[in-house]
């Protein structure tokens, strides 16, 4: 191939005399070579400038600018405005020149008659132009049309003539650039063609969670709240814009690239989304969505691949450039620039890193899968405005190694994606390098998100503890706090769950235990001391005074060391101490009664008796218990999702936290709530008491006397007394109407000028304000005491100045497990059901009647029909109002193993086996029915020779799909050809008859 045009180019030598032809070649090669130098080196096309604007619709604006033709010539254009034109035909010294004196001109001209089908045009003129064929540019002039700048080279004869002679003064090549008005036809089809047009992409938005905002108070609220991301208008959205970005680069990108799915991929994320929207990990599946809309958004980030040119063809627009027109449908038409140079070698590293970006895509789409038996990991990543190629890899994808090669297509290209971080870099074959295994040793200053994964579905308990040992061990900067998602309205807080001190309140507890503990002790003394005589003087028996010591010492029992063991004993203590007061009120009037002169030491004994009713009626206790119960409310109301939300409704969802921030863990947990009717605690004292009390000899009316004579109610000023069935029924049917009303109120006074989302929060506002309820049941979470959802503030919270540290204990809770969360749909087998504590309790769940009671184990059947269709299915136990952790597992459907086998042209006894199913990552084990090994291939081409003869004419083949956990399998049967002469005694070739 030439490397130029004009290869031949004369070397003078002293002396020589010149010709034109010589001298020609000389100017032409020399011409040439900027031409070369213009359109193969650099680019040609309208490199900058030459925009067009139309100020009025009689005026066009062409703006400076400069543009290099493809056969090299360089238009250099200053900006000028048109009002006029004139009807020009091109001429034909440019359409039809005479070269023949000048063959190396055949390289310029031999492409000018390309423009004979726009000879007859309309030139631009300027509004000072002289030209007498001049014309004011009328209205809709520019419709239809286009404007191209025409570089009109012509060779024109220099001639000296004078009245006897014409000397030969030789020729000259005239360039002229002229903007000329063609019209849009078939004519023109030949050499002025579209281009496609740079596609100019939307990036997707992700929806916040939670905004518009709303309350959020149990754990079916917080999940709903996930749901938003895939809901049909929104997966259209992003399927529709993922497959006309594909649709675009389709044509630049590697072929058999496995790809296609971005054509459609909305069944693909549907499916997915079907699987894990009942499942505790819909969490996961939001963050999912949101690694597709960024991955999405990187490909439309990465600068379009622009065309780039190795070897030029002369011929796409030898003298002219177009400019376009006047309408933006007619952009398609105007020339672009090409590069050249080593475009097309950078281009070609774009191209592969533009295949990375979608093979990611496609991978995100088809490789979301929860890990099982996963544990908490924190993963040093970035947050912000950075592409999804610069944060962490999350844990919820499977094909790992596939997804590291294609997640960062920069460090892929650089042989550094090993350097990626990720919650899997501790698997096979991902990494050596320390930094990366266990990033937290090392410096997190690049840094500035942590993610946290691993803690959905887990054991509250466990995961708090797990979580800030982690935290505390490599010294992390973010707090973690836990929040309980149930409703605490009209219900009460258990308070056993107390862990902490009031010291205000200690003290109070301690001055009115202790003086308990003295006036009892000092009257069982007295007595003890003065039996004989109380007895002899049948004043008091010896029995009851030891009856009397017994009583008050186990009363002195309930009254424990420390305050937080007494409060969960208030209520039995307060009744026995009561039904005390009533008897030491009998003892005193049956002394009077029997001693109607009273002696010293029966009145000494009356005393002793009104020291301990004047410690009863002061009910110290009460007063202590009903403090701290109010603070233990009001405390524990810190603790509820739905109490946060309200102080910090900043709340965001991103798989984990920013440095200095708050890691917000949700979770369910209805046991802290005390039960409909909790068990009496020392009802063997209490009934000791009542039967002594009802033993004392006196008449009925005297002791209900006695009994009213105490306004007990007076000293007890915040017991309450909850309405009866029908009151509460009736209650709430007439409370949710006055709500309805006053919603219906306060939407129809809203102020029209607030946004929706402003109006919507005032609403929001106002239902929490309302949301008293009178009934009492105590709601059921299918989640119970699991991590369901986090969250994240971007600062340290929360200090209120209370003096109580409420703590969370580490006790062993009502747990089930399985060992295996996924089983196939055909399994027959029974698989047990580990119940950490109780037996005799009930299941719940999705798959509850798929459990059978064997003694006192439980075990699931897989292939009950209650679970047979493939889904993820969720089981819990109860017993005693005690719920357990919700265990979920996946029922899956066999798949169809699609193989094919085909006999070898040039050998009967050889059969190939291809997999139709492709892409196929699996590994498949083939066993060939004869004598040979047990083969495991990964290819999806695999082949065998079979020993056929007479007795073994045919062959089964077994295939069986390994790393799944149905065994899906196929048998292909081969056979012998038929034809041959099997029948034969002999044994030769033809046995086989290789036709047929």
Not at 527 to 536: I, K, Q, T, W, Y
Not at 743 to 759: C, F, G, P, R
Request: with cysteine; charged share 25%.
């Amino acid at each position: 191939m030439e490397a130029y045009n004009t290869s031949i180019y004369p070397v003078f030598e002293a002396d020589q005399v010149l010709s034109q032809k010589e001298l020609n070649l000389l100017v032409s090669h020399l011409e040439e070579q900027d031409r070369i130098t213009r359109k193969n080196l650099i680019g040609l096309g309208i490199v900058c400038g030459l925009e067009l604007s139309f100020p009025t619709a009689n005026t066009v604006k062409i703006a400076c600018g400069t543009a290099v033709t493809s056969l090299g010539f360089q238009m250099n254009w200053k900006g000028k405005e048109f009002t006029q034109y004139r009807d020009y035909e091109i001429s034909d010294q440019f359409l039809k020149p005479d070269y023949i004196k000048e063959p190396y001109l055949d390289a310029i001209f031999k492409y000018a008659s390309k423009y004979e089908p726009i000879k007859k045009c309309a030139e631009l003129l300027p509004a000072d132009t002289s030209d007498e064929g001049k014309k004011p540019i009328p209205n809709n002039f520019f419709d239809d049309k286009l404007i191209i700048l025409l570089l009109e080279v012509t060779l024109i004869d220099q001639k000296n003539c004078v009245t006897t002679n014409c000397d030969d003064k030789g020729k000259r090549m005239e360039f002229n650039i002229r903007p000329l008005v063609i019209p849009i036809n078939d004519g023109i089809a030949e050499f002025i063609k579209p281009y496609q047009l740079p596609e100019s992409y939307s990036k997707l938005s992700f929806p916040r969670y939670n905004v518009p905002y709303k309350n959020l108070i149990t754990a079916s609220n917080i999940l709903d709240g996930f749901k938003k991301v895939y809901n049909d208008s929104f997966l259209t959205e992003i399927t529709g814009a993922i497959a006309n970005v594909y649709d675009d680069f389709k044509n630049v990108l590697a072929q058999g690239s496995g790809l296609s799915v971005l054509e459609n991929s909305k069944g693909t994320i549907n499916d997915t989304v079907d699987k894990y929207k009942t499942s505790v990990n819909i969490q996961y599946v939001w963050d999912w969505i949101f690694d597709i809309v960024n991955a999405y958004n990187e490909i439309i980030d990465f600068r379009k691949l622009n065309p780039s040119l190795c070897c030029v063809d002369e011929d796409l627009f030898p003298f002219h450039v177009v400019l376009g027109g006047n309408t933006g449908d007619k952009e398609a038409y105007r020339t672009p620039f090409i590069k050249t140079l080593n475009g097309s070698h950078e281009e070609d590293a774009k191209r592969k890193e533009l295949i990375l970006l979608f093979k990611k895509l496609v991978l995100i789409l088809t490789s979301f899968e929860i890990p099982e038996g996963n544990n908490i990991r924190i993963t040093p990543s970035c947050s912000g405005k950075v592409p999804l190629s610069e944060k962490a890899i999350p844990f919820y994808y499977d094909d790992i190694l596939d997804l590291n090669k294609n997640w960062n297509p920069e460090l892929t290209s650089k042989n550094q994606n090993d350097t990626i971080l990720s919650y899997h870099s501790n698997t096979a074959n991902y990494t050596n390098i320390p930094s990366v295994k266990e990033p937290l040793l090392y410096d997190t200053e690049p840094y500035n998100f942590f993610r946290v994964e691993g803690h959905i579905g887990m054991n509250y308990k466990k995961a708090i503890e797990n979580l800030n040992l982690i935290k505390n061990s490599y010294g992390l900067p973010f707090k973690v706090t836990a929040l309980n998602a149930v409703s605490f309205l009209n219900k009460e807080v258990d308070i056993s769950k107390f862990q902490g001190r009031w010291d205000d309140l200690e003290t109070d507890y301690d001055l009115a235990r202790k003086r308990v503990y003295n006036i009892t002790e000092f009257v069982i003394k007295w007595m003890d001391l003065r039996r004989n005589v109380l007895d002899e003087k049948n004043i008091i028996s010896k029995q009851n005074i030891d009856n009397f010591k017994n009583i008050l010492a186990q009363l002195k029992n309930l009254l424990t060391n420390d305050l937080k063991e007494f409060l969960p004993n208030y209520k039995s203590f307060y009744d026995i101490f009561k039904q005390l007061n009533y008897v030491f009120l009998f003892h005193r009037w049956c002394i009077q009664l029997q001693n109607p002169t009273l002696s010293t030491i029966a009145e000494d004994l009356i005393d002793r008796m009104d020291d301990i009713n004047e410690l009863f009626l002061e009910d110290p206790f009460t007063v202590i218990y009903e403090e701290a119960n109010l603070r233990w409310q009001q405390t524990y109301k810190d603790l509820f999702f739905s109490t946060f939300l309200q102080k910090h409704p900043g709340l965001e969802h991103k798989a984990g936290v920013t440095k200095g921030g708050t890691f917000v863990m949700v979770y369910v947990d209805t046991s802290i709530f005390k039960a409909a009717a909790p068990p009496s605690k020392y009802a063997n004292l209490l009934n000791a008491v009542l039967q002594y009390k009802d033993n004392i000899p006196i008449e009925a009316k005297v002791k209900d006397d006695l009994i009213k004579s105490v306004q007990f109610e007076d000293y007890k000023s915040q017991t309450k007394t909850k309405p009866k069935g029908d009151s509460v029924n009736k209650c709430k049917d007439e409370s949710d109407n006055i709500k309805s009303d006053l919603l219906e109120i306060a939407k129809y006074n809203l102020d029209t000028s607030h946004t929706v989302q402003m109006n919507a929060y005032f609403l929001e506002n106002l239902k929490g304000f309302l949301q008293f309820d009178v009934g009492t049941g105590s709601e059921k979470s299918p989640f119970q005491q699991t991590i369901i959802a986090d969250f994240y503030l971007p600062y340290v919270c929360c200090g209120d100045g209370n003096n109580l540290e409420v703590k969370i204990e580490v006790n062993e809770p009502l747990s089930i497990a399985l060992e295996e969360l996924k089983y196939c749909q055909t399994d027959v087998g029974e698989y047990e059901v580990k119940v950490k504590g109780k037996s005799g309790g009930n299941f719940t769940g999705t798959a509850k009647d798929a459990i059978v009671q064997k003694s006192d184990k439980y075990y699931l059947k897989p292939n009950h029909t209650s679970i047979s269709a493939p889904k993820i299915y969720t089981l819990q136990y109860e017993i005693d109002g005690e719920l357990s952790n919700t265990i979920e597992f996946e029922i899956v459907s066999p798949k169809s193993v699609k193989w094919t086998a085909a006999k070898d042209e040039q050998d009967p006894n050889k059969f190939s086996f291809r997999n139709t199913i492709t892409p196929d990552a699996h590994e498949y084990e083939f066993d060939f029915g004869d004598d040979s090994a047990v083969e495991v291939t990964k290819e999806n081409t695999i082949s065998h020779t079979f020993n056929f003869n007479e007795v073994n004419k045919q062959f089964t083949v077994t295939i069986k799909q390994l790393g799944e956990v149905c065994e899906n399998t196929q048998t292909i049967t081969v056979k012998a050809s038929t034809g041959g002469d099997f029948n034969n005694p002999d044994f030769n070739a033809t046995d086989f008859n290789t036709n047929q």
